[in-house]
C-alpha cells in the first residue's frame, strides 16, 4: 500500500492519520493522531474455524509508559496488569464496532490499537475507537461502515468537540457518541445531574461531528482505491429453516403469550426445541434435514433461536404486548431492603426488579484506602469511590469455573461508580473513601442499573451524607424496517432478542450516566431522544419505591466505621509529626491505636473505631504542631539533664531547657537536688531565640496559670 498522511480539521481540531507506513503485514493499519497523542490501530482478519456460531472478534487496547516519557517501577521495569483503564478502552472500542459487521462473519478478527504518543491535553481512546473503523476498511473485512467517534464536553454553557482532559473535569459533561452512516450506534456518558434536553442535544452536536469524521474516511478509502467490502450471506438451508417453523411455531407463539416466568419460559421453549430434535433424528438418514443437522451441530440451536426471536418481536411491534404482559412502558414489580447485613458491614441495600435481584455493600475507610492511580496514563491521582461488581455464574442458574472480574464486570462497576460519583459529598465536607460492592443474586437484564439503585440504597443506610439518590432504568428497542417500539425496563430475553439496550442513570433532578449499545447499524436522533424521555418516567418510579425504603441517609454511621477527625497544620511540620524514619507518627498510633494520614497540603486525617482514641491523637499532633510563644505555660516532664540546667519535653517533640539558674526561687547547687528525669513539672516560655531554641523558667508562675497548664496536660 502506498504512504498517504491526510489531516482532518473541525471545530478548530485537527486529528491526522497516516496509513500504509507502519505495520505491513497486518490486514490494516493506521497511525491517528492528534496533539501529541498517537495511537497506531491494526485490525487483521483470519479464517473461521470450525464449530464457530458467532463472531469471534477480539479488541485490545495497549498502553505504554514510553507514550508519557516514563519507565514501569517494579522489578521487571515492564508494564504488568492492565489498568481498569484499557479494559474499559478496548470496551469502548468494541461496541460500536461490533453491531457494524455482518451477522453473518464468522472469521476470526482482531483490533489492537497501541498508545504510542500521549501528552496531557488529548484522551486517545475516541481516536482509538475511530482508527479502529479505518483499520478495518483497511484490511478489506466485510463492514457496515464507515463508523467515527467524538468526545462532546460542557464548560459554561457551550458544548466543545474532543475536549481536553482539563475542559473535561472543569465541565458538566463527559459524553462519548459513536456512529455510523445509519446513525448514532453507541453512546457513553456521565454527567452532573443535566437535564434531558440537554443530553439529547449533546448526542446530536456530537453525531454532526461524527458525519464529518465518516466523510473524510470515505474519501481516504476512495483516494486509495479501495473498496467497503459487502459480500452476500451464505445461505441458510430453507428445508431445516421450514422444518423447524411448522413443528415449532404455534407451540412457541403459545408460550410467548402464556406471560411465564423466565424459568417455566426457558423450560418450556427447551421442551419444545428437544421434540423438534427427537423429529429430525426419526428421519431416514438420507433425509437432506437430518444430514444438515449432523454436518452443523448448531443449526437447530441457532434456527430455533431466530424462530423465537422473530415471533417475539411480532408480538411486541402488532400487539404492544411483551413476553411477561407487561405494556411496554411498564416497570417490573420493584421492592427495596436496607439493613439487610449486619452493622459490621457499615450499608447495606438490596434491590429488586422483577427476577433481577442485587445486593450491595458499603464500606467506609480512611483517605489512605483511596486507589493510587499514579501508575496509568490517566491524569488522575486516586480515587476516593470505588465501585465493584460481581457476577456469579449461580445468578444465572449456571455452573462455571469462578475467575478474575472480566471485561463485563469491570465495565458495569465502572458505568454504575460513574452514576453514582455525582451526588456523593466533596471531600472536605465527607473525607471518607467508599467501596461500594455490587453482588448480582439474580439476573434477568439491567444488573447494572439494578446495581446503581442498590448501591444508593447501601450509601444511604451507611450514612453517607449523599446529595441526592440515584436511580437507574434500561431501555431496548425493537425495529421492522421503519417501525420502532421503545421498551421500558428490559429483561433478558428482550436484551438479548432486541436491537438495543441503552442504560440511564439519574437523579429526579437530571442524568448522571448513560451507555448504550446497539445491535443494529445505527438509530435516529428522533429515536435515541424518545428513549431519553421515556427512561426518566421509569428512573422516578423506581425511584419513588427507593426512597419509600429510606428516603434520607441515615443520622449515624454504624458503630463499626471508623470515626473521622481532620486537623491543618504548617505543612513545613508534617516531617515533626512524622518523625525520623516514621518514628513519631508510629507512637501516636501505638499510644491511641488510632490511623494517622497526612498529606502534601498539611491536612491530617485520624482514623479511629472509638472517637475518643482519634481525639486522643489529634490532640497529641495538635500540641505537637502548636506554636509557642513566649509567656505559655506547660505541665511537661524532664527528659535528661546536664549540669547546667534540665530539658523539658513541653509538647510531643518538642523540649525546652530550663537553666539551673530557673529552676528555683533559691540558688540551686546541683540540678539533681531539684530535678530528677520523668518529674512532671510547671514550667513557663521565658525566651525562643534567634536560632529557635526554647528557654523555660519555673519561676514567676501564678497558681491559676500552673492549674490550667496541668488540667491542659490531663493531669488534674
Known sequence: ?????????????????????????????????????????????????????????????????????????????????????????????????????????????????????????????????????????????????????????????????????????????????AGSPDG????????????????????????????????????????????????????VSSVLEEFIRDRAATGVKEILTRFLDKNERDAALDEIKESVAVAIAELPEEDPIRVSTQEDSKALGNLFKDLTKKLMRRQIMEEGVRVDGRKLDEVRPVSCRVGLLPQRVHGSGLFNRG????????????????????????????????????????????????????R???????????????????????????????????????????SVCASTLALMDAGVPIIKPVSGAAMGLIKEGEEVRILTDIQGIEDFLGDMDFKVAGTDSGITALQMDMKISGLSMEVVSQAIVQAKAARLH???????????????????????????????????????????????????????????????????????????AISIIQSMTKKLNEGDVYAGRVTRIIPIGAFVEVLPGKEGMIHISQLADYRVGRVEDVVAVGDEVIVKVREIDNKGRINLTRLGIHPDEAAAARQAAGLG
Not at 480515587?383 to 462455571?400: A, D, I, M, Q, W
Request: proline share 8%.
Open 542 to 616: 423506581i425511584l419513588d419505591k427507593m426512597l419509600s425504603c429510606i428516603d434520607k441517609p441515615r443520622p449515624q454511621m454504624s458503630p463499626y466505621a471508623p470515626r473521622l477527625l481532620t486537623l491543618k497544620i504548617d505543612p513545613e511540620l508534617i516531617g515533626l509529626v512524622i518523625g525520623p524514619g516514621g518514628k513519631t507518627i508510629k507512637s501516636i498510633t501505638e499510644e491511641t491505636g488510632a490511623k494517622i494520614d497526612i498529606e502534601d497540603d498539611g491536612t491530617v486525617t485520624v482514623s479511629a473505631i472509638d472517637g475518643e482514641k482519634a481525639k486522643r
Open 184 to 235: 448514532v450506534v453507541m453512546v457513553e456518558a456521565g454527567a452532573n445531574q443535566l437535564p434531558e434536553q440537554d443530553i439529547i442535544e449533546a448526542i446530536d452536536f456530537g453525531y454532526e461531528a461524527v458525519r464529518d469524521l465518516i466523510q473524510a474516511q470515505r474519501d481516504l478509502i476512495a483516494e486509495l482505491g479501495i473498496e467497503i467490502i459487502t459480500e452476500a450471506r451464505p445461505e
Open 355 to 406: 427476577l433481577t435481584q442485587v445486593l450491595s455493600a458499603c464500606t467506609l475507610g480512611t483517605p489512605g484506602d483511596a486507589q493510587d492511580l499514579a501508575d496509568d496514563l490517566n491524569p488522575e491521582n486516586e480515587k476516593r469511590y470505588l465501585h465493584h461488581y460481581n457476577f456469579p455464574p449461580y445468578s444465572v442458574g449456571e455452573t462455571k469455573p469462578m475467575r478474575a472480574p472480566g
Open 1 to 177: 500500500m502506498v504512504e498517504l498522511d491526510k489531516s482532518i480539521s473541525f471545530d478548530g481540531r485537527d486529528i491526522r492519520l497516516k496509513v500504509g507506513l507502519l505495520a505491513p503485514q497486518a490486514g490494516g493499519s493506521v497511525l491517528i493522531e492528534s496533539g501529541e497523542t498517537t495511537v497506531l490501530v491494526t485490525a487483521t482478519r483470519a479464517e473461521a474455524r470450525a464449530g464457530i456460531d458467532f463472531l469471534p472478534l477480539l479488541v485490545d487496547y495497549e498502553e505504554r509508559l514510553y507514550a508519557a516519557g516514563r519507565i514501569p517501577g517494579g522489578f521487571l521495569r515492564r508494564e504488568g496488569r492492565p489498568p481498569e483503564k484499557v479494559t474499559l478502552t478496548s470496551r469502548l472500542i468494541d461496541r460500536p464496532l461490533r453491531p457494524l459487521f455482518p451477522n453473518w462473519l464468522r472469521d476470526d478478527i482482531q483490533v489492537v490499537a497501541t498508545t504510542m504518543s500521549m501528552d496531557e491535553e488529548v484522551p486517545p481512546d475516541v481516536l482509538a475507537v475511530t482508527g479502529a473503523s479505518i483499520a478495518v476498511l483497511l484490511a478489506g473485512i466485510p463492514f457496515n461502515g464507515p463508523m467515527a467517534a467524538v468526545r462532546v464536553g460542557l464548560v459554561g454553557d457551550d458544548f466543545i468537540i474532543n475536549p481536553t482532559y482539563k475542559e473535561i473535569e472543569a465541565g458538566d459533561l463527559d459524553l462519548v457518541v
Open 408 to 450: 463485563r464486570e469491570i465495565g458495569h462497576g465502572a458505568l454504575a461508580e460513574r452514576a453514582i460519583v455525582p451526588i456523593l459529598p466533596p471531600k472536605e465536607v465527607f473525607p471518607y473513601v467508599l467501596r461500594v460492592v455490587s453482588e448480582v443474586l439474580s439476573s434477568n437484564g439491567s444488573t447494572s442499573m439494578g
